[in-house]
Protein backbone atom coordinates (compact mmCIF):
# COMPACT_ATOMS: atom_id res chain seq x y z
CA UNK A 1 0.00 0.00 0.00
CA UNK A 2 1.42 3.11 -1.27
CA UNK A 3 -0.18 5.74 1.05
CA UNK A 4 0.99 6.02 4.56
CA UNK A 5 -0.52 8.18 7.57
CA UNK A 6 2.34 8.73 9.94
CA UNK A 7 -0.37 9.48 13.50
CA UNK A 8 -0.97 9.15 17.00
CA UNK A 9 -4.78 8.49 17.20
CA UNK A 10 -5.45 9.47 20.93
CA UNK A 11 -4.15 12.63 19.34
CA UNK A 12 -7.39 14.84 17.65
CA UNK A 13 -4.94 16.22 15.04
CA UNK A 14 -3.96 12.46 14.37
CA UNK A 15 -7.47 11.40 14.96
CA UNK A 16 -8.59 14.05 12.32
CA UNK A 17 -6.89 13.06 9.78
CA UNK A 18 -7.87 8.97 10.21
CA UNK A 19 -11.18 10.18 10.62
CA UNK A 20 -11.03 11.74 7.36
CA UNK A 21 -9.43 8.80 5.79
CA UNK A 22 -11.78 6.38 6.93
CA UNK A 23 -15.09 8.48 6.07
CA UNK A 24 -14.00 9.13 2.44
CA UNK A 25 -12.88 5.42 1.80
CA UNK A 26 -9.75 5.47 1.54
CA UNK A 27 -7.26 2.49 2.02
CA UNK A 28 -3.97 3.37 3.54
CA UNK A 29 -1.26 2.29 6.19
CA UNK A 30 -0.98 3.45 9.85
CA UNK A 31 2.22 4.47 10.99
CA UNK A 32 1.93 4.74 14.60
CA UNK A 33 3.70 7.16 15.64
CA UNK A 34 3.98 7.29 19.69
CA UNK A 35 4.52 10.62 21.02
CA UNK A 36 4.98 9.26 24.56
CA UNK A 37 7.96 7.66 23.00
CA UNK A 38 8.93 11.24 21.21
CA UNK A 39 9.04 8.92 18.10
CA UNK A 40 8.10 12.48 16.29
CA UNK A 41 11.34 13.60 17.22
CA UNK A 42 13.38 10.33 15.58
CA UNK A 43 15.75 11.30 13.02
CA UNK A 44 13.51 9.02 10.21
CA UNK A 45 10.70 10.72 11.30
CA UNK A 46 12.46 14.54 10.89
CA UNK A 47 13.22 13.35 7.52
CA UNK A 48 9.41 13.28 6.52
CA UNK A 49 8.95 16.50 8.73
CA UNK A 50 11.33 18.49 9.95
CA UNK A 51 8.88 20.37 12.13
CA UNK A 52 8.81 17.24 14.27
CA UNK A 53 5.20 16.97 14.30
CA UNK A 54 2.45 14.48 13.17
CA UNK A 55 0.48 13.81 11.76
CA UNK A 56 1.86 13.01 8.44
CA UNK A 57 0.81 11.40 5.17
CA UNK A 58 3.19 9.92 2.26
CA UNK A 59 1.54 8.68 -1.17
CA UNK A 60 4.19 6.80 -2.65
CA UNK A 61 6.90 9.31 -1.65
CA UNK A 62 4.54 12.76 -2.00
CA UNK A 63 4.69 13.76 1.44
CA UNK A 64 2.62 16.09 3.15
CA UNK A 65 2.23 17.05 6.97
CA UNK A 66 -0.18 19.91 8.37
CA UNK A 67 -3.17 17.95 9.43
CA UNK A 68 -5.43 20.18 7.28
CA UNK A 69 -3.51 19.89 4.60
CA UNK A 70 -3.19 16.13 4.85
CA UNK A 71 -7.43 15.94 5.46
CA UNK A 72 -7.61 18.05 1.66
CA UNK A 73 -5.16 15.95 0.10
CA UNK A 74 -7.48 12.97 1.09
CA UNK A 75 -10.43 14.93 -0.10
CA UNK A 76 -8.74 15.74 -3.48
CA UNK A 77 -7.71 12.30 -3.84
CA UNK A 78 -11.29 11.34 -3.03
CA UNK A 79 -12.80 13.42 -5.44
CA UNK A 80 -14.50 15.15 -2.50
CA UNK A 81 -13.32 18.80 -3.25
CA UNK A 82 -15.79 21.12 -5.03
CA UNK A 83 -14.45 21.98 -8.55
CA UNK A 84 -16.20 25.56 -8.32
CA UNK A 85 -14.09 27.96 -6.26
CA UNK A 86 -16.81 29.45 -4.57
CA UNK A 87 -18.14 26.34 -3.17
CA UNK A 88 -14.24 24.71 -2.63
CA UNK A 89 -13.62 27.95 -0.69
CA UNK A 90 -16.69 27.75 1.44
CA UNK A 91 -15.50 24.81 3.25
CA UNK A 92 -11.60 25.32 2.98
CA UNK A 93 -12.32 29.10 4.83
CA UNK A 94 -13.32 26.67 7.85
CA UNK A 95 -9.89 24.65 7.80
CA UNK A 96 -8.02 27.86 7.83
CA UNK A 97 -10.66 28.63 11.08
CA UNK A 98 -9.97 25.47 12.66
CA UNK A 99 -6.17 25.71 12.51
CA UNK A 100 -5.94 29.43 13.42
CA UNK A 101 -8.55 29.53 16.07
CA UNK A 102 -10.58 26.06 17.27
CA UNK A 103 -7.09 24.01 17.17
CA UNK A 104 -5.30 26.06 19.39
CA UNK A 105 -8.29 26.78 22.02
CA UNK A 106 -8.88 23.24 22.16
CA UNK A 107 -5.43 22.44 22.62
CA UNK A 108 -4.96 24.20 25.55
CA UNK A 109 -7.85 21.85 27.76
CA UNK A 110 -6.08 18.79 26.19
CA UNK A 111 -2.88 19.98 28.10
CA UNK A 112 -3.87 21.21 30.75
CA UNK A 113 -5.98 18.52 31.62
CA UNK A 114 -4.64 15.26 29.73
CA UNK A 115 -0.76 15.72 28.58
CA UNK A 116 0.43 17.33 31.73
CA UNK A 117 -1.31 14.81 34.36
CA UNK A 118 0.32 12.31 31.71
CA UNK A 119 3.50 13.63 31.44
CA UNK A 120 3.44 14.70 35.34
CA UNK A 121 4.46 18.02 33.94
CA UNK A 122 2.68 19.71 37.32
CA UNK A 123 -0.87 21.24 38.03
CA UNK A 124 -3.36 22.29 35.22
CA UNK A 125 -3.42 25.44 35.65
CA UNK A 126 -7.05 27.32 35.75
CA UNK A 127 -5.50 30.93 35.36
CA UNK A 128 -4.79 29.23 31.92
CA UNK A 129 -8.47 26.91 31.57
CA UNK A 130 -8.90 30.14 32.35
CA UNK A 131 -8.52 32.32 29.47
CA UNK A 132 -9.17 29.38 26.72
CA UNK A 133 -12.73 29.67 28.21
CA UNK A 134 -12.90 33.14 27.05
CA UNK A 135 -11.63 31.87 23.86
CA UNK A 136 -13.60 29.17 23.63
CA UNK A 137 -17.06 30.83 23.83
CA UNK A 138 -16.50 33.27 21.48
CA UNK A 139 -15.62 30.54 19.01
CA UNK A 140 -18.49 28.17 20.10
CA UNK A 141 -20.83 30.92 19.61
CA UNK A 142 -19.46 31.20 15.83
CA UNK A 143 -19.48 27.53 15.49
CA UNK A 144 -23.19 27.08 17.15
CA UNK A 145 -24.96 29.80 14.99
CA UNK A 146 -23.60 28.76 11.98
CA UNK A 147 -24.72 24.73 13.01
CA UNK A 148 -28.46 26.54 14.03
CA UNK A 149 -28.69 27.54 10.32
CA UNK A 150 -27.64 24.66 8.78
CA UNK A 151 -27.15 20.97 9.66
CA UNK A 152 -23.28 20.78 8.89
CA UNK A 153 -20.81 23.59 9.42
CA UNK A 154 -20.52 24.15 5.65
CA UNK A 155 -24.07 23.80 4.72
CA UNK A 156 -26.46 20.97 4.29
CA UNK A 157 -24.04 18.41 3.10
CA UNK A 158 -21.78 16.61 5.39
CA UNK A 159 -17.44 17.93 4.34
CA UNK A 160 -14.25 18.04 5.08
CA UNK A 161 -14.88 21.02 7.43
CA UNK A 162 -17.15 18.80 9.92
CA UNK A 163 -14.50 16.47 10.02
CA UNK A 164 -11.53 18.77 11.06
CA UNK A 165 -13.72 21.19 13.34
CA UNK A 166 -15.41 17.61 14.72
CA UNK A 167 -12.23 15.80 15.65
CA UNK A 168 -11.01 18.07 18.43
CA UNK A 169 -14.18 16.85 20.47
CA UNK A 170 -12.89 12.77 20.42
CA UNK A 171 -11.62 13.89 23.61
CA UNK A 172 -14.51 16.13 25.04
CA UNK A 173 -15.58 13.99 27.61
CA UNK A 174 -12.27 13.91 28.99
CA UNK A 175 -11.21 16.90 28.84
CA UNK A 176 -14.35 19.05 29.72
CA UNK A 177 -14.97 21.28 27.16
CA UNK A 178 -17.81 23.98 28.74
CA UNK A 179 -20.43 22.74 26.03
CA UNK A 180 -23.23 22.91 27.92
CA UNK A 181 -24.99 25.61 26.21
CA UNK A 182 -24.06 24.88 22.63
CA UNK A 183 -27.52 22.89 21.40
CA UNK A 184 -26.50 23.03 18.16
CA UNK A 185 -23.10 21.64 18.20
CA UNK A 186 -23.96 19.02 20.59
CA UNK A 187 -26.82 17.46 17.78
CA UNK A 188 -24.01 18.16 15.42
CA UNK A 189 -21.25 16.41 17.55
CA UNK A 190 -23.78 13.76 18.01
CA UNK A 191 -24.79 12.95 14.29
CA UNK A 192 -20.60 12.57 13.51
CA UNK A 193 -20.34 10.06 16.48
CA UNK A 194 -22.97 7.93 15.17
CA UNK A 195 -21.03 7.56 11.76
CA UNK A 196 -18.74 3.93 11.43
CA UNK A 197 -16.25 6.23 10.32
CA UNK A 198 -15.96 7.86 13.92
CA UNK A 199 -16.45 4.58 15.72
CA UNK A 200 -13.65 3.51 13.29
CA UNK A 201 -11.15 5.97 14.02
CA UNK A 202 -12.14 6.18 17.89
CA UNK A 203 -11.28 2.18 18.32
CA UNK A 204 -7.72 2.95 16.77
CA UNK A 205 -7.48 5.39 19.88
CA UNK A 206 -6.77 2.45 22.24
CA UNK A 207 -4.06 0.63 20.18
CA UNK A 208 -0.46 0.80 21.32
CA UNK A 209 2.51 0.65 18.91
CA UNK A 210 3.79 -3.39 18.60
Known amino acids: MSLKLYAFPPSPRGFKVLFTAHQLGIDYELKFVDLTKADQKAPA ?6 NGRMPVLDDDGFVVWESNAIVEYLAAKAGALPGDARARLAT ?4 YWESSHWDPTCAVYVFERVVKPFFGLGETSEA ?10 RLA ?11 YV ?9 LSIASSLCVAERVNYPLENYRAIQ ?3 ADLRALPAWTRTAALQEIRAG
Open 45 to 50: FLALNP
Open 92 to 95: TKWL
Open 128 to 137: EIGKADVNFH
Open 141 to 151: DVLNGQLDKHR
Open 154 to 162: AGDTLSIAD
Open 187 to 189: RWH
